[in-house]
Every structure is written in C-alpha cells, then in structure tokens.
C-alpha cells in the first residue's frame, strides 16, 4: 500500500525486499558523507533494521522508501521522523546517487511536507544539514523551509530550517503554572495516549476509555486537533516545565450552541498522582475558560465512586446537580 503519490514517485513503508537496497545506499561513502552515520555490515544488518523500525505503529510516520511509478525501481527513502527528545517533526531524505538531481528528492520532501501538515496537523516542520552539505540545504529551501540557525547535525556543525504549519491553530492557547505546560497535543503523543488509556487504574473510572489499537490513539489525536484548528474545543497536552515527560491531557469541549457552557475532561497518568499537578491544570483551565472565553458555566461529570476526582471538582468551587445516571455525577462551576 502506498502511502503518498506524487507525479513521479511513490511512497510506502519499507518491506523485506529493501535490505538489499539500504545495504547499496548506506555503502556508497559520498551518500552517507554528510549523514552521520555508516555503512551496514550486511544484508541482515539492513533487515534488522526494517524489521526493528517502529515508527510507523508508534507515530503514524516515518521514513518511508521512494520508489518511482514508472517502474517501481527504489530510488531512496525519504519521511518526516518524529524526535522525541525535542519534541520535533523533521524531514529526511536519501537517495540512491544515481538518482541525484532529478529532483526527486525534493518533490518527495514537498509531498511528505504537504501529508504533514494536512493530514497529521503538524504545527512545524525542521530539517537539519552539515553545513558544507549544500544539495541537502538545497532541497530545504526548495521545499520552503526557513533559515534558522547554525546547530549540530548528527554532532557535526550543520544548520537548522524550519517551517510553520500555514493551516495550523497558531493562536491556540499555551498554558502555564508554576510547574505545568499545557500545549497543544502534537502527533508524537499518540504513542503516550495509547499508553494512558491502556492503564487499568485509568480505566476503572472511565467506560468504554481504553483504546484497542495505536491508529485509534493516532485517529484521536487527529480528532481533537481538527477541534483545536476548528476553535470547537480546546485540547491541552500536560508536560512539566523542567521535563519533556507527558502527564496526562485536560480539555474544554462539548460547547453549547450560545458558546456559554463547555464541559470540563481531564486524564492525569497515576504516575504523577497525589502531587496537586492537576489542580494546577484545572485551575490554568478555569481561567482560560471564565477569563478569556467568556464562559457563563463549566460542567463536569466524574464517577461516583472517583474520590479524588471528586474532591478536585470541590476544591475548585464545583457544586454537584441532581442527576440521574447511577455511573456519573454532574458537577457545576458558574462565574
């Protein structure tokens, strides 16, 4: 199955049969000059490798072999990699040097771009190159990334580019307190949802909570993205200030027609329990939700038997209704 299609090229994830093809391209010394990397020992190398490449179940992405539709002869690969210690999305890309400057490179980079922003909702793109590798520097211009700074490139002097997804929520809130960031969810954290939703702690509260596979964590997190883009809802991501490790997620959404009632949601991994980190969350979030958008009444629903939930709601000023669900409290905040 093919991933994206351009005029020239096709794009899929690799397959058993590419060893043979990586073992060619990761041999040729001035294709892998500027890379950072070396050639594979063997043919099994290679295939360790595809077999072992788990991008694509845990992000949704990747690098993805190149071939060219015409007749299907593998060119390169080429993909955007998530970076999970920066949290970045960057574009990579190699080809066989038989293949330079056709452009096929950057007409694979322009459609992996274009898959990046309109299907995964990516808010940026990078790219990283040596600096004295002037044909892959190239390319990031052509594609239209953007000069931003000299910085390592696989520890070697390089240079960093970078674009903004144009058709991204870019005024979509930030928050913060004194330890918490609440951002935007990106799609590197389907991997962390899917994880979440897994927990029995998590689920003991929650029906019908817990995701069967990873595509429905990556469907969900395309899901609330179109919301945030859409300004229907309002989905953060819970992160430490000093750390990149994910704590759970906290949302506003289930609007009212007039936009004057939303419904409070918040997941916290059990992990970071019993530390006020959520009520920092919630109390970033009502503020938002009173100060900035206006709202007349946030509601919240919890299980009767989650006691600290339920104090979390109370501590925050939020009156249990009347309500006639045996599995659900209704909880009421008004400004």
């Known amino acids: 199955m093919y991933i994206l299609e351009t005029e020239r090229l096709l794009l899929r994830e690799w397959i058993q049969e590419d060893a043979a093809h990586l073992l060619e391209l990761n041999r040729d010394p001035e294709v892998i000059?500027?890379?950072?990397?070396?050639?594979?020992?063997?043919?099994?190398?290679?295939?360790?490798?595809?077999?072992?490449?788990?991008?694509?179940?845990?992000?949704?992405?990747?690098?993805?072999?190149?071939?060219?539709?015409?007749?299907?002869?593998?060119?390169?690969?080429?993909?955007?990699?998530?970076?999970?210690?920066?949290?970045?999305?960057?574009?990579?890309?190699?080809?066989?040097?038989?293949?330079?400057?056709?452009?096929?490179?950057?007409?694979?980079?322009?459609?992996?771009?274009?898959?990046?922003?309109?299907?995964?909702?990516?808010?940026?793109?990078?790219?990283?190159?040596?600096?004295?590798?002037?044909?892959?520097?190239?390319?990031?211009?052509?594609?239209?990334?953007?000069?931003?700074?000299?910085?390592?490139?696989?520890?070697?002097?390089?240079?960093?580019?970078?674009?903004?997804?144009?058709?991204?929520?870019?005024?979509?809130?930030?928050?913060?307190?004194?330890?918490?960031?609440?951002?935007?969810?990106?799609?590197?954290?389907?991997?962390?949802?899917?994880?979440?939703?897994?927990?029995?702690?998590?689920?003991?509260?929650l029906n019908g909570f817990r995701h069967q596979t990873k595509q429905e964590s990556r469907d969900h997190i395309w899901k609330v993205s179109e919301g945030n883009e859409a300004g229907v809802s309002y989905y953060w991501m819970l992160t430490l200030i000093q750390g990149v490790p994910l704590m759970g997620t906290i949302c506003l959404w289930n609007f009212s027609p007039d936009q004057k009632t939303a419904e409070l949601g918040y997941v916290l991994d059990p992990a970071f329990q019993k530390k006020g980190y959520m009520q920092e969350a919630v109390e970033a979030v009502l503020q938002f939700g009173f100060d900035t958008l206006q709202l007349e009444c946030i509601r919240a629903y919890t299980h009767p038997f989650h006691e600290a939930s339920i104090h979390l709601l109370t501590r925050h000023q939020f009156i249990q209704k009347p309500h006639v669900s045996e599995e659900e409290l209704l909880f009421e905040r008004w400004r």
């Not at 690098?63 to 990579?92: N, Q």
């Not at 892959?136 to 953007?146: A, P």
């Open 33 to 205: 000059r500027y890379t950072g990397d070396g050639p594979f020992a063997s043919e099994e190398d290679a295939l360790a490798l595809i077999h072992g490449y788990d991008h694509y179940e845990q992000y949704g992405m990747g690098r993805w072999a190149v071939v060219r539709r015409e007749d299907l002869a593998f060119l390169g690969w080429c993909g955007i990699k998530f970076l999970s210690a920066s949290e970045e999305f960057d574009v990579g890309y190699r080809f066989l040097k038989k293949y330079w400057g056709k452009g096929y490179a950057t007409e694979a980079a322009l459609a992996c771009l274009e898959y990046g922003f309109k299907k995964l909702h990516l808010p940026q793109v990078v790219g990283r190159a040596m600096k004295d590798n002037l044909g892959s520097i190239r390319v990031l211009e052509k594609i239209g990334l953007l000069y931003q700074r000299p910085d390592l490139c696989a520890g070697e002097p390089g240079v960093l580019f970078a674009l903004a997804n144009p058709g991204y929520a870019s005024s979509f809130p930030v928050l913060g307190t004194p330890r918490l960031r609440l951002r935007a969810p990106l799609a590197g954290d389907a991997s962390f949802i899917y994880r979440l939703r897994a927990l029995e702690e998590v689920n003991k509260f």
